[in-house]
Each structure stands twice: as structure tokens, then as C-alpha cells.
């Protein structure tokens, strides 16, 4: 089930140069939903496609951690 996010790109504030991906449940950004620590990202995948599916997402990526896979859809390649 896909769910609309909004997502903040931060420095991590540890290491110069790392960075994560908070996202929260609407625009207003109050009440954070998860964060997604890049140091830990073992791989992106873009241009990916839903087999058996309705949708066909035309900016559909994945960003993979050792914990868990997200799948992100944007509206543009810009975004």
C-alpha cells in the first residue's frame, strides 16, 4: 500500500558529508514518521517498474539498507 511522504534531507550531524532522509505523514513536517540513515544505504536502484500492477510509476527508485528496502515514487525526475 503506497502512502504519500514528505521527505528532508539533513546532515547527520555527526560525520562531515553524511547525511539522512527524514520523512514525515504530511507537509506541514511536524511529527516525524522515520528516518533513513544514508551512511547506511548499500544501494539505489532507479527506473524501476511493478510487475502485476495497475500503477506504472514512471520515477519509482529504491533505496536499500541492510535493515529494509524503501521504494520511493516521485512526481519528476527533478524531485
Known amino acids: 500500500k503506497w502512502r504519500r511522504r514528505w521527505f ?15 520523512y514525515y505523514a ?3 513536517k511536524k511529527k516525524i514518521k522515520g528516518v533513513i540513515d544514508l551512511d547506511q ?13 495497475k500503477e506504472n510509476y514512471q520515477h519509482m ?4 539498507t541492510s535493515k529494509r528496502t524503501y ?8 524531485e
Not at 534531507?9 to 527524514?22: A, D, K, N, T
Not at 544505504?41 to 511493478?50: F, I, K, S, T, Y
Not at 521504494?71 to 527533478?78: D, F, K, M, R
Open 8 to 22: 528532508v534531507l539533513r546532515l547527520s550531524g555527526q560525520i562531515p558529508g553524511q547525511y539522512v532522509l527524514e
Open 26 to 28: 504530511d507537509s506541514s
Open 41 to 53: 544505504c548499500e544501494q539505489v536502484d532507479a527506473g524501476l517498474q511493478l510487475e502485476g500492477r
Open 61 to 64: 527508485f529504491d533505496v536499500r
Open 71 to 78: 521504494y520511493l515514487v516521485a512526481n519528476s525526475e527533478s
